[in-house]
């Protein structure tokens, strides 16, 4: 109060109420605010509006101004207005009266009814990429939806619904066993792939949307190899309950990296409000197109052949679409190699849409081209070890964190070798530790670039004494020049101010393998 006091005192500040400005003001002043005195707010607002209806009997007309509040609702912006009689809340969007009403009146029934259905789809604060991912969403749930009706048409007609010689506890007894093979394998498919989902998210996402592609494909084959129903069904809900495995699985991060308020609950119901209706628009997709083929057999049995590979086209466009637009702010090992890189280069952090464009789907074949690519984990016996490799973990102080080693290891499916760069955690290792591990060694990464006798050194796997001084040099240059704990530091808060989650860094299975000392 004291400050609120010294501010009014040196303003002298004056309130004047608009329709009293020749009869009454009240002045602030330092002697005022001295001696505080309670207002009585009825009385003042008596006077306010006795005063006016002083103007009112004497024919004067009331004044009226607008008051600088604002409301916004539902996508639509209005101000306070006092016409001098009663307060009021005008849209922005209010036109004058001479305006044709008709059309004044439509255009606030479209915005009306638009603000509604934006209302009832989109959450209300989430990332600006979100529309658009809705948009490829659409199409992806609509066709597959009409998929899903023409596969389950094809399996009732395989198993002879609707004909006399249809036999229904078999036709039961096969689907609950086709259903109960899919279940189980889902079950074993999520424990084996549990951290997969995290680290990677859209690589997860679209291989399984292909292979309920593919699902779809096999169940429309069930008319024509009717003998052959319980495998290829069975084999069908498999694969499909693999692809709901990963899609629930992936829901949470894909509605995470939208949330901007921690309104991750309201993303995820508004979610599945658009996969219902999207889906019921699939639905009414597939009703017509049986409507127009109802009066030919033949066509209607022809007909989920001719969509197929139309409708699986524009589903996985969609789903590929729509995962550009997905941004998750977790990192991850391949995440904050491509952050590191960037640092190391331009000394700047990209953001999670930057990363995320340049990431991709993430396909395995990819990282094959890198030249000395950067692995976590620890040393493989069942690969070729280099020598230096042996010398560095003998090398290894009680006070290291992590060490790193150079490794060799196959490239694909060939059967030539690839050398690449491994580092090595300690188990009760930090999130520092972490990021000063993977920065030193993508310093490293940079220098056995520029020197391509190490390529050579590594295939032939001869080290000598000076190769083996040079290389403990180079590892103690970049630890001692690029990778102290004031670059780390400073690292964490550009990565924090980007828009990227620190508190934890998420790794693989195999990236998660920790060494200890003995």
Known sequence: MQSLSQVYCDSRLHFQLPWNSNKTHYVFSKSNLRRPKRLNLSCSLKTSYGFESERIERGEKPEAFSLPVVIRTSGKSSRYFWDGTQLKLVSFDDTPSNSDEFDYGFR???????SAVRDFFIPHQVQENYMEYVKWKFLHAVFSSALRVLATQAMFRAMGFGYSKSLPSAAALNWVLKDGLGR???CIYTASLASAFDTNLKRVRFSTSIMFTLSIGVELLTPVFPRYFLLLATMANVAKQ???AGYLATGSAVHRSFAVAGNLGEVSAKAQIQTVCFDNVGLMLAAFLNLLCKNNERLLAVLPFVVYPIFSAIDLLGIYQGLKHVHPQTLTKDRLEIILDRWIHLKHIPSPAEVSKEEGIDFPWRKGRVL???RIGCVDPKDPIPKISMLTMQSL???????ICLETTPKG?????QQGVLLCLREGCSVTDIIMGLLQA????????RRDKWKQIMETNVVSESLLSEWFKMVEDVKRCACTLEDVELLTEELHRSGWSVKNILLSVQEQVRYNMS
């Open 397 to 403: 102080r009680g006070e290291d964190s992590y060490f």
């Open 413 to 417: 499916f060939r059967s030539n070798k």
């Open 242 to 244: 693999i692809s709901l």
């Open 372 to 374: 000395w690519p950067i």
């Open 442 to 449: 993508c310093y490293i990464r940079e220098e056995l670039r």
């Open 108 to 114: 606030k029934l479209y915005q009306f009814y638009t």
């Open 184 to 186: 189980l394998s889902r």
